[in-house]
């Protein structure tokens, strides 16, 4: 996948106007070097679901990717698991994503039941599952539809069954969110990226991407239902979380 992608210019050069951020075919086509270069830890974060699959997941359940991408949770999975372990459902919103995720499966593990859905994660109907993994997705929603979400992915669950939420945090503390900024675009700017490019997706993503502190996303996981939930990994202001449901 990564052979086939581009390097990450799309705000490398000055804008007139700096439209909003989306995930359209510009982006699906830089999207790798995108994603390497703009958040800490999202190798590691995929690194690990397949062993949390192998201790959480039942034997052949389902798993949802919500905001699949270009399908990178799902070949983490099925790079680590048979095709017998799981079931598996890509959703996205862009046409592109799911187009090229759908392909990606075909080529990549074409003996593992891989699909993908173009539709709104908010208006699904899903089915009972084993795990939902939820990459950085969340924090493109509307605040107010955050909760309605979690609830409905924790009525999908099945028992013992687990949600994996990875978003974007924002500090309730201002100096220690000033310092975390700072030190991620320090992070962007030793992985290539120009002032001028950090400064015109900031203002790309301006109230597109809306992040929550974590106390505010364990809160959220609370009253949906979960009664425990944990950071099991931070990098600067970029976090995952694990939701178990009973």
């Given amino acids: 996948m990564s052979d086939a992608s581009y390097r990450d210019a799309i705000f490398s ?14 982006v699906v086509a830089c999207f790798p070097d995108m994603i390497r270069r703009s958040v800490p830890g999202y190798g590691q974060i995929l690194g690990m679901l397949s062993l949390i ?4 997941l039942r034997h052949g359940a389902h798993v949802y990717d919500l905001g699949c991408s270009l399908g990178a949770s799902g070949l983490a ?18 046409p592109a994503m799911a187009e090229q995720a759908r392909q990606t499966f075909l080529d990549e593990c074409p003996d593992h039941a891989m699909r993908v859905e173009e539709a709104d994660i908010r208006r699904l109907d ?10 950085f997705t969340l924090q493109f929603l509307p605040p ?3 909760d309605e979400l979690l609830k409905r992915l924790f009525d999908a669950l099945e028992p013992g069954g687990v949600l994996i939420l990875s978003e974007k945090t924002v500090d309730a503390d201002e100096r220690d969110n000033a310092w975390r900024v700072e030190r991620y675009h320090d992070f962007k700017r030793a992985n290539g990226y120009s002032e001028l490019e950090i400064s015109q997706k900031r203002t ?5 991407l809306v992040p929550d502190t974590l106390e505010v ?6 009253q ?11 990098y600067l202001n970029f976090a995952s979380l694990i939701a178990f449901k009973p």
Wanted: glycine share 8%; aromatic share 12%.
């Fill in 13 to 26: 050069t000055p804008l007139d106007r700096v439209a909003r951020f989306s995930f359209d075919e510009q």
């Fill in 53 to 56: 699959a192998q201790r959480h």
């Fill in 77 to 94: 999975l099925a790079g680590a698991l048979p095709p017998e372990a799981f079931r598996y459902t890509g959703v996205d919103l862009s």
């Fill in 126 to 135: 899903y089915a009972p599952s084993g795990m939902i993994i939820l990459n």
């Fill in 144 to 146: 107010g539809d955050r």
């Fill in 204 to 208: 790309a993503l301006e109230n597109v």
């Fill in 217 to 222: 996303l364990h809160d959220r996981l609370k």
């Fill in 224 to 234: 949906a239902g979960f009664p425990r939930s944990m950071t099991w990994f931070q």
